[in-house]
């Protein structure tokens, strides 16, 4: 084995040595020429859950740098306090369960590198979202003043607040249905002309800015205004009823007070409740008695219903009634009375004698002929006028009908003749003369 001199490098290692000089000059030229490595981008939001929601889970998108060596991770600030970091991607659904209260996202990308020295470079970018407030509590609603109840009053008017910014509608529902309203925010004035009476029920709906909903039921209103005049019906008039009926419908939660007024215009000293019928006594005579009908609820009293009543307890005279008198051979017999304008007349034909007949009564005019058989007869008529009062009957003179001809008499003896000669000599004339009476 050759000896070496001091100093002297083995060729092998001054090949390898020479080798890594040139690698290091060529590595140091490719560095140079490529330039120091770029800052990763901040990433840019694309969308967000906006400024406010009440939705408990939310979206956000963004863009962002990506490739080998980036990762993306995500920090979301509650009301309760930041999250720890945990890797996203955009898009992510994040529950909001922080409480109410506002919500940040920070996306933060991460890109690791090789330094030119060989060394770890790690460099990052963040981005904080706009801030988003969660609010899923329902608006807030007041009704400080309602109308009194019950009242008559058909525009009543409610009082309303709720938390700014809300939106407010109402309703009103009763008896004759619903009344939509729409917008009400500060307060609500119902129409309520022509609707029905009864309870009618506010409810308020507001919305807030979230889009949360709240709603209240106010105090029902009951309507109640002075019932309408009633309608009266009287007896049939005129009428001899001393105390006739009048009729009239009470509506329920109504009461009636009746009175009367009479022929001569005076009324009746005091109201009386009353009711249908109602039959007061007619004390002030004959003449056109009013009933007026005063209908009272809580809305106030109604006009007056009135009707009237002729009372007529007077009854026509008595009628004369001409006829035959005594014996006639004519079996049609007639007979004649007056009836005054708006009688009736009802005849009743009588059998006199023994055993004597009562005939029923019907109506009649004059004259009245009727065919009567064999015997005697009389006619009753009385007058009955429009309110039913009858008169005295007036009676006819007794006729008595025969139309049965005597029988034809039988000769039971002749006179005794004086002469001598024969009967039939005698009736003939051809007998002898008949002596003188101074013959001897």
Not at 69 to 96: I, K, Q, R
Not at 227 to 245: D, L
Not at 385 to 414: F, K
Request: aromatic letters at 4%; one cysteine or more.
């Amino acid at each position: 084995m050759p000896l070496r001199t001091r100093g002297e490098v083995p060729v092998a290692s001054r090949r390898r040595l020479v080798l890594a000089c040139l690698t290091a000059l060529l590595t140091g030229l490719v560095l140079g020429l490529a330039g120091p490595a770029s800052a990763v981008e901040a990433p840019q939001f694309t969308g967000t859950p906006g400024p406010l929601t009440n939705q408990t889970s939310a979206t956000w998108t963004w863009t962002s740098a990506t490739g080998e060596g980036v990762v993306t991770e995500c920090v979301l600030a509650t009301p309760s306090g930041a999250g720890a970091a945990v890797p996203c991607a955009s898009g992510d659904v994040f529950t909001l369960n922080g409480g109410q209260g506002v919500y940040t996202l920070t996306v933060t990308v991460t890109r690791s590198t090789i330094g030119t020295d060989g060394a770890a470079v790690v460099e990052t970018a963040s981005t904080p979202s706009d801030p988003t407030e969660l609010d899923t509590v329902a608006p807030a609603i007041a009704v400080p003043s309602q109308p009194m109840s019950p009242s008559t009053e058909r525009l009543p008017t409610w009082g309303l607040s709720t938390e700014s910014g809300a939106t407010g509608s109402c309703s009103l529902s009763g008896p004759s249905g619903a009344l939509v309203a729409g917008p009400c925010t500060d307060g609500y004035t119902a129409d309520l002309t022509g609707r029905a009476e009864g309870s009618w029920t506010l409810t308020v709906t507001a919305v807030d800015p979230a889009g949360n909903t709240g709603q209240v039921v106010a105090e029902p209103y009951v309507l109640d205004v002075a019932p309408a005049a009633p309608t009266v019906t009287a007896a049939a008039s005129p009428g001899n009823n001393p105390a006739p009926s009048w009729t009239f419908t009470v509506p329920a939660g109504a009461t009636a007070e009746c009175f009367l007024t009479q022929p001569d215009g005076s009324r009746t000293s005091t109201v009386t409740p009353c009711g249908s019928p109602w039959m007061p006594t007619l004390s002030g005579g004959d003449g056109s008695y009013t009933a007026s009908v005063v209908l009272v609820d809580g809305g106030g009293p109604s006009t007056a219903g009135t009707a009237s009543h002729l009372l007529d307890t007077q009854a026509s005279g008595q009628p004369v009634v001409d006829g035959p008198e005594g014996r006639t051979a004519q079996s049609a017999t007639s007979w004649t009375f007056p009836v005054p304008e708006a009688d009736a007349a009802l005849c009743r034909l009588d059998a006199v004698g023994s055993p004597g007949t009562v005939g029923a009564e019907q109506l009649c005019t004059s004259p009245h002929v009727r065919d009567l058989a064999d015997g005697s007869w009389q006619l009753s008529v009385v007058l009955r006028d429009a309110a039913g009062n009858r008169s005295l009957p007036g009676v006819s003179p007794v006729v008595t009908v025969d139309t049965t001809a005597p029988a034809e008499p039988v000769i039971t003896s002749a006179p005794i003749s004086r002469t001598t000669a024969a009967p039939d000599a005698v009736s003939r004339g051809t007998g002898p003369t008949p002596r003188s009476p101074s013959a001897p």
